[in-house]
């Protein structure tokens, strides 16, 4: 019984902090990708000739990102039955969204005209077999000109 | 080719769920799932028990006889008097034609937790905890005859058959679902179980006081044990963990007793006539106890 509280307890906790923080970074996301909405990015397929520039620069954003307690649990459901993860999704778009910005941001800061080639890289940290969190880590990189 | 910047106004990665409509869906689905499967397993347990022949249930009993007593917290008494006169008393128990092919194994074991256990193929065992507990032979064989009951009804199997199917699902499905969170599936499982269980107590509570009413004449008393233990749980609702162990996965006493006392007018059994005591020093090894008062 004290164990069923504890764990109700927990998944509260996770789930209002977890909406909480959810909440806070879309609107922080929000107000930076309109602040960084004037940096163009284009990809270049491997045969086509890229643009003039006097100077090149690789930025890479990365960002981690961890599941509450009340989306793992849902997730140690859904592995059960299986189906669309969408406790996960919200996890997954802002990671994407946030490196890109922080691409974007450093390549502002540098003086960018440009952004060439984006690409993603997407790896999980521990996970729910090895009983450590369960985080993913988001990486976008590309080249900057000026 | 111009450079039109454009925001984000719509998330289209997000699915639009609310993720608590989504937990409850889960966490339905889960416990409807384990639920069918539990019943569907239950009634194949219930098919394949009595299939059993009875060698096949003694061998069971024999093979597992070892891991009680250790989970009972004590060790198998092998030379104790007491033994000898609660293995006559259970002879005299055993309703007549019942349980013929199966020897009875009554096992002592020195432990301070009040418990009496049936197993599978004659196994008994009774605690010297519980011993001290019990006041007048009466009361003794309805504990006796309720064990009886179990092992009459082959419950031991029963709820070793579920227990090993319950085991198994778990490992089975416990690999997407490992630390996180208590087990769904357990939890699900087990208030089955007990309820499971609680039917057959009543069964077993049953052939207990034919046993007794059949040994004794009548059914005085032998309800004693039961009526301590409901008057001292009022006074300790939590507190009687040790006794209560053997009563977790039973039925409230008061119901229980109200239900035997039910049967006893509807069998015309006499529920009054004579106390018969327990043998004196029943609560001391070998009969023989030290008069001396222990030292505290």
């Not at chain 2, 109200?258 to 020093?281: F, K, N, Y």
């Amino acid at each position: 019984m004290e164990e069923i509280i504890f764990f109700l307890i927990l998944l509260g906790i996770g789930y209002s902090f977890g909406i909480l923080a959810e909440k806070k970074h879309y609107k922080d996301i929000k107000s930076r990708e309109q602040e960084t909405l004037s940096l163009a990015i284009a990809s270049f397929g491997a045969k086509q000739p890229l643009p003039n520039a006097s100077e090149a620069k690789l930025f890479v954003g990365a960002v981690v990102i961890s599941s509450d307690y009340f989306k793992t649990f849902v997730m140690a459901l859904r592995n059960i039955l299986g189906g669309r993860v969408v406790a996960y999704e919200s996890l997954l778009d802002r990671g994407r969204r946030e490196a890109l910005l922080r691409v974007k941001e450093q390549a502002i800061a540098w003086g960018a005209t440009e952004v060439l080639n984006i690409r993603y890289e997407t790896s999980t940290i521990g996970g729910n077999n090895q009983k450590g969190i369960a985080a993913i880590e988001v990486i976008a990189y590309g080249t900057a000109i000026r | 080719m111009g450079f039109k910047p454009k925001a984000i106004t719509e998330e289209v990665n997000i699915s639009k769920v609310n993720p608590l409509v989504d937990f409850a869906r889960l966490l339905g689905a889960i416990i409807a799932l384990t639920l069918v499967i539990y019943f569907i397993l239950g009634l194949a347990v219930d098919w394949v028990v009595p299939q059993l022949t009875p060698e096949q249930d003694i061998w069971i009993g024999d093979t597992l006889a070892p891991a009680v007593a250790p989970q009972l917290g004590g060790e198998v008494l092998e030379e104790d008097t007491r033994q000898l006169y609660l293995s006559e008393l259970l002879e005299d128990l055993c309703h007549p034609g019942d349980l013929d092919e199966t020897p009875l194994t009554l096992n002592l074991i020195d432990s301070e937790v009040v418990n009496a256990a049936a197993l599978a193929g004659g196994q008994l065992f009774v605690t010297t905890a519980f011993l001290e507990e019990v006041e007048s032979e009466n009361e003794l064989a309805f504990v006796l005859g309720h064990e009886l009951g179990h092992l009459s009804a082959r419950d031991g199997l029963r709820s070793l058959g579920r227990g090993i199917f319950v085991l198994l699902g778990s490992l089975v499905l416990n690999f997407g679902h490992e630390g996180s969170g208590p087990d769904v599936i357990g939890y699900t499982l087990n208030l089955n179980r007990l309820n499971y269980s609680r039917s057959q107590e009543y069964a077993a509570d049953e052939y207990g006081l034919e046993s007794v009413v059949g040994h004794y004449g009548h059914g005085a008393n032998s309800l004693d044990f039961f009526e301590r233990l409901a008057a001292r749980k009022e006074a300790f609702p939590e507190g009687l963990v040790r006794a209560s162990e053997y009563f977790q996965t039973h039925p409230l006493t008061e119901n229980r007793i109200q239900h035997l006392d039910a049967i006893a007018r509807e069998e015309g059994w006499s529920m009054t006539g004579e106390t018969t005591p327990v043998p004196s020093g029943l609560a001391c090894a070998d009969f023989a106890c030290n008069e001396s008062p222990p030292d505290s």
